[in-house]
């Protein structure tokens, strides 16, 4: 139980263009999303917390219009990466918490996408 | 400001041996602590977590302590085996949050045949 999906697993794409990153809860319906950012020899950063039906809130220094953050349902919320550039090139992660009757203090994570830009 | 601090970056131990993780915080206002296992190019799993109300939560071969007066927690593994090898990440969260995870830097186990 609580497999959280995300995809691509990797991605490469051009300066300027937008990356459209998904997390689906596969097992359990998620009220609350996460998505952080990881580079390399460091600790996963919180960017924003994503709750169905309702705008992320964004960590300070996270552009929100540069991160879009769609939670349409409890079991879908999409990360947009928009006009990225190569400064944008990290490990994108999400991760996702259950309803009540689990154990809401545990989020369960995604495999992770690799975001490369050129 | 790093609130939850994993000082040592590696750690180097034999097969069937303890593998012992420490992690610090400075926020007294965490209430409830996960570790989680991760591999390269993949998403943290998690292992095994604690509330604030306990000192010690095990589960098989993981045992996590918590120290609260000296705001120290670690992660037990016994006995180590090849496929622990891994970055252990903890995290803390507040009760009332958001339940927004507050993660250390990761320390690196390798668990040597």
């Known amino acids: 139980g609580a497999v959280v999906s995300q995809h691509p697993s990797r991605v490469i794409c051009k300066s300027g263009t937008s990356v459209k990153i998904e997390c689906r809860s596969l097992d359990f319906q998620a009220t609350t999303m996460f998505w952080y950012r990881q580079f390399p020899k460091q600790s996963l950063m919180l960017m924003a917390t994503?709750?169905?039906?309702?705008?992320?809130?964004?960590e300070q220094g996270v552009e929100k219009d540069k991160f879009l953050i769609n939670h349409a349902s409890l079991t879908l919320s999409t990360l947009t990466v928009t006009s990225a550039h190569p400064e944008d090139s990290s490990f994108y992660i999400c991760?996702?918490?259950?309803?009540?009757?689990?154990?809401?203090?545990?989020?369960?994570f995604g495999a992770g996408t690799r975001l490369s830009v050129l | 400001d790093q609130q939850v601090k994993q000082n040592s970056p590696s750690l180097s131990v034999q097969e069937g041996r303890i593998s012992i993780l420490n992690c610090d915080y400075t926020?007294?206002?965490?209430?409830?602590f996960l570790w989680y296992k991760k591999y390269p190019a993949e998403g943290p799993t998690f292992l095994i977590s604690?509330?604030?109300?306990?000192d010690k939560n095990e589960d098989g071969r993981f045992t996590v302590f918590l120290n609260k007066s000296a705001k120290h927690l670690s992660l037990h593994i016994v006995p180590s085996q090849p496929g622990d090898s891994a970055v252990y990440f903890c995290?803390?969260?507040?009760?009332?949050?958001?339940?927004?995870?507050?993660f250390g830097t990761g320390t690196q186990l390798k668990v040597e045949l």
């Open positions: 994503s709750n169905e039906g309702s705008k992320a809130t964004y």
């Open positions: 926020n007294s206002m965490f209430d409830y």
């Open positions: 604690i509330s604030s109300i306990k």
């Open positions: 995290a803390a969260n507040i009760a009332g949050g958001g339940n927004k995870l507050t």
């Open positions: 991760s996702a918490r259950g309803l009540a009757g689990g154990n809401i203090n545990i989020q369960y």
